[in-house]
């Protein structure tokens, strides 16, 4: 989509911390009842002074740094006045002149396929606003509730130039994040209101819209496409694409207006008299010498140490749950194969279930790559066996048993394959007349003799071996 330009801006709740951003308030609100963790402090009551957390500013560094910014000496906070009914003081305890991070880039892969690094303008630190609950749908509401729970709790926004091309980059580029985000353990995404997205999007030439506050990314994908359709549309009319802020109906799958666009100077930006400016030049060496092994890191290092191909290193590395379930069961059973069973089968097993790989045991994993390695099961009896696992439980060892899916003998094969080549006298015409699919069905029948218990590719080749001998 060479006409389309996208630019992200994403609120990231550190939500691994204990406290808030500025007061003492758990962090653990999560099913909770509404407006049940809340203080003086993240309320805005007369007299409150806000105190930071020393470890959510770290935690920013820590994503700046894994980010490759350029982390500023000094940061300092201040108040972005805005009156909204989830923000009980009327200002926003955030940054501007003085982020805390700058100049950074993601690499991702683009839509032609190939790598390429994606800008970071900024990522500066902030308080989360609260949460309002609409009865209905944003612009039908009859009424709507505001749930402070989540007020002052720190938030990370990160903003990207106007590099991304399409919704599928988009996505792209949020899954890398997110990957990022979870090597260094400072963000759940699966927790309600993580990670919450702006995008801006315009066509070449035209203004530019902002769609605000997109939950998921299948949302994101969904409303960047709908923009796009909608703004070709108006432009194929002559009509003009109004600069404003626009909502995604999530329910209806379209985006609706909520107001004109509001620029920075709007916000009336001045530096929060109650907090001190902060030096953290001398805080960066020891967090970058903390920093975990990243995904871009370890996906090489999976190529170098286990003889990965890139696109298996690449599956197995976009979530560090996954990468560390690998490298447990590459330590006991064979590397590679380990690679094809873990990213090729066991991950579309569990993303059909829509359960993630804590669902499975490393242990059974290893258990049944030995078993193939070892030639007692067949690729179709693993396969059974990852299912029956996910579905009922068990063991391998005991499903092998009961479902009788140990590999047959070489004999009972070899003795299966002439049985079927006597019986197919047919098919065994149509091949040598030149129809390749006729060895199929003798294969078929080798496999139905041994009941599956059969390795298929080995079948075909005892069958095509027997077949030209005859």
Known sequence: MEDVIIGLEIHVQLNRLQSKMFCG???????????????????????????????????????GLALNCRIEEETLFYRKNYYYPDLPKGFQISQYDFPLATQGQIMILGDDGIERDIRINRAHMEEDPGRLVHAGTIDRAKYTMVDYNRCGMALLEIVTEPDLRSPKEARAFLDKLKSILEYLDVFD???????????????????????????????VEKALSYEITRQR?????????VQETRHFDEVR?????????VEAHDYRYFPECDLAVMRIAPWVPAIREALPELPDAKRQRFVSQYGLTDDHAKSLTSEIKVANFYEFVAGQASPKLAAVWI??????????????IDAFRAEHMVEIVDLLEKGRITEDGAVAIIRELLDKGGSPQEIVKSKGLGKAEDETVRKAVKEAVAESAAA?????????????????????KTRGKADAGEVHRLVKEEVDRA
Request: glycine letters at 10%; charged letters at 25%.
């Open 428 to 448: 065994v015409a149509d091949y040598k007349a030149g129809s390749e699919r006729a060895l199929n069905y003798i294969v078929g029948q080798v496999m139905k």
């Open 253 to 261: 799958n379209i985006t609706v207006s909520i107001r004109s666009k």
């Open 25 to 63: 308030c758990s962090t653990a609100y999560h099913n909770s009842p509404p407006n049940s963790h809340t203080c003086p402090v993240c309320l805005g009551l007369p007299g409150s002074l806000p105190v930071i957390n020393r470890k959510a500013v770290e935690y920013g560094i820590k994503v």
């Open 233 to 241: 549309n108006l432009k194929r009319r002559n009509i003009k694409v």
């Open 343 to 356: 990213a090729d089968v066991l991950k579309g097993e569990l993303n059909y279930r829509d359960r993630g």
């Open 189 to 219: 995404g699966s927790l309600e209101g993580a990670m919450r997205v702006d995008a801006n999007i315009s066509l070449k030439g035209g203004d530019r819209t902002e769609v605000k506050n997109i939950s998921g990314f299948k949302g």
